[in-house]
Each structure stands twice: as C-alpha cells, then as structure tokens.
C-alpha cells in the first residue's frame, strides 16, 4: 500500500520560512502528480500547489504563489515545499497527496493518496 509521510512543520514567526517534506514509498515510477493542500481548523480542507510527474510543470494557488516553491526527487521519491514570506493566514495542517502516473486528471484532481499531515503555525 502507498504511504506518505510529511515533515519539517513547525511554529515560525510571520515573514519566516519553513521547508515541508514528504516521503513516498514503493517505485518512483508508480507516482504521477504530486500535491500540497492544507486545512485550518474549522475550515475545508484547500489546494495549494501541485507539481507534474517530471517536476517541470506545476500549479500554485493565488494565495501562496510567489511565496511557495514545490519540487520533487523522483530519484528519493520525495516531495517538498518551501514556503517564505509566511503570514498567520498560512497556518494549518499542510498534507501531501499523490496518484498513480498512469491515472487521468489535472494537478488540481483527483488524488487517492494522502498523507497524515504536518502542522505548521505562523505566528504575529
């Protein structure tokens, strides 16, 4: 079965920076797209980035882009997002989410694969 694991959240003062990973297991070749999405709490779960199977193409929500930066190791099988300029706005548990390379989709959807979280709060 696919497992995702998430890292690296934390508590960082507004303008900060943070480096969110996440591990995947089996093949590098098994995974397609790879995202980040994020909920605060009381709120629905919402799209932050993705990024293609080859890492050359990807996707930001307005709210993060010019801020965040997604990449992959497809070598390590690895994903990560780095954030700046952070803002209390930005503070929620943040998941990973993949699918396999061969399914159909955007890189905003679908994903069947998902992460426990790491939460990342940005302080005032």
């Known amino acids: 079965q696919v497992q995702l694991v998430e890292s ?3 508590l960082v003062q507004a303008g900060g920076s943070l480096r969110l990973s996440c591990a995947a297991s089996g093949r590098a070749s098994s995974y397609g797209p790879m995202g980040w999405f994020r909920q605060a709490p009381g709120k629905e779960r919402e799209f932050v980035v993705a990024i ?8 930001y929500a307005d709210s993060v882009k010019g801020r965040f930066t997604i990449s992959r190791d497809n070598v390590k099988n690895t994903l990560y997002l780095q954030m700046n300029s952070l803002k209390p706005e930005d503070s929620a548990v943040y998941y990973c989410a993949t699918r396999d390379a061969g399914a159909g989709g955007t890189l905003e959807a679908p994903y069947h694969y998902w992460g426990q979280g790491t939460r990342v709060t940005v302080s005032s």
């Open 8 to 10: 690296g959240g934390g």
């Open 52 to 59: 293609s199977r080859g890492g050359g193409s990807a996707y």
